[in-house]
């Protein structure tokens, strides 16, 4: 299994620094996990959009689900369009990025999309992986995932609180991509996502072989956060940086 980060940048983009996303690649599967702003171009410059097969989206959040419109035009609106791409996603996803395109239902978006609402506690499959989703601790409807090959797992956090059900999500997972949008003295009123200290603790907890933290907001210096991980996982951490490509 090969992860591809396609962005990370927590929030909002910038310069070379795509909003969260992420290829998943096993066999000939080739899934799109979140699709922030930017992402969608940052895909095709490592495969053909049209071998994308499927696309899977953790919450409504601008910063991780935008890009899906951008597909929606590239897919649509040419000689050839494409249709029933599975997009697994919460309804509230589903229902916002319909509702932007169709003013009701069976319209366009539905054509190009084969819809599939999911939630915490569901597992199916994709291709040649396996993908379970549970639900985080964040401000709106919000799933993790965890994904196999049958030998290789990847953990992925979304975007979260601390209060994630994490044994489930990430335990002795090959690699932990764990948002990580706060460093130790980031002034905050808002509980629902995770310093890079509690990153590193939650992976040190749940057995992960491996850590890599994504969603670092473009003001906060991202080898900080990376340091303030490692003090509190015992060993390495690895910064999603856009472009690179990771064996899990």
Known sequence: MQVTVL????SYPAPGRPGSGFLIEQAATRVWCDAGPGTFGALGLHIPLDDVTA?????????????????????AYRPEPRHGVPLLAPQSVIDALAGFVDPGSGGPFAHVFDLR????????????????????DHSVPTVASRWTDGARTLA????????GDWPQVATDADLFLCEATYQADTETDYPHHLRAAEAGRIARAVGARALMLTHVPPDLDPLRSVEEAETTFGREVALAVPGTRHRV
């Open 7 to 10: 962005g990370s940048s927590g």
């Open 55 to 75: 696309v899977v989206i953790s919450h409504r959040h601008v910063d991780h689900c935008i890009d899906v419109l951008a597909a929606f035009h590239a897919w």
């Open 156 to 163: 992925y956090s979304a975007d979260t609180g601390p209060r």
């Open 117 to 136: 609402p999911v939630e915490g506690g569901e597992r199916l499959v994709l291709g040649d992986l396996d993908v379970e989703f549970f639900e985080t």
